[in-house]
């Protein structure tokens, strides 16, 4: 199995920036991939980015341009750099790993974004 915990979430006005991190521990070298979701509330989970063992990202049309995911497999480590936030980036973000076939959450980390 994979653990995944994120922190770095809080509260900031629009036009900010964050960096939310996501520590993996576990089946780390089974993992095939790797990602963040956010949920509004009243809203569906939603993907936000996915990035490959190779390193190949990709975002959500919403996030693109403002949102970087990356990882530091010395440190074991996802992040997500979140720049030019908007009010409606509000949610928890979650992120995941997918490893034999299995999918692993984390608890997820609150960003709000005030105008």
């Known amino acids: 199995q994979v653990q995944l915990v994120e922190s770095g979430g809080g509260l900031v006005q629009a036009g900010g920036s964050l960096r939310l991190s996501c520590a993996v521990s576990g089946r780390i070298f089974s993992i095939n991939g790797m990602g963040w979701y956010r949920q509004a509330p009243g809203k569906q989970r939603e993907l936000v980015a996915l990035?490959?063992?190779?390193?190949?990202?990709n975002y959500a049309d919403s996030v693109k341009g403002r949102f970087t995911i990356s990882r530091d497999n010395a440190k074991n480590t996802m992040y997500l750099q979140i720049d030019s936030l908007k009010p409606e980036d509000t949610a928890v973000y979650y992120c995941?790993?997918?490893?034999?076939?299995?999918?692993?959450w984390g608890q997820g980390t609150q960003v709000t974004v005030s105008s």
């Open positions: 995941t790993a997918v490893a034999k076939g299995i999918r692993s």
């Open positions: 990035i490959t063992n190779g390193d190949n990202a």
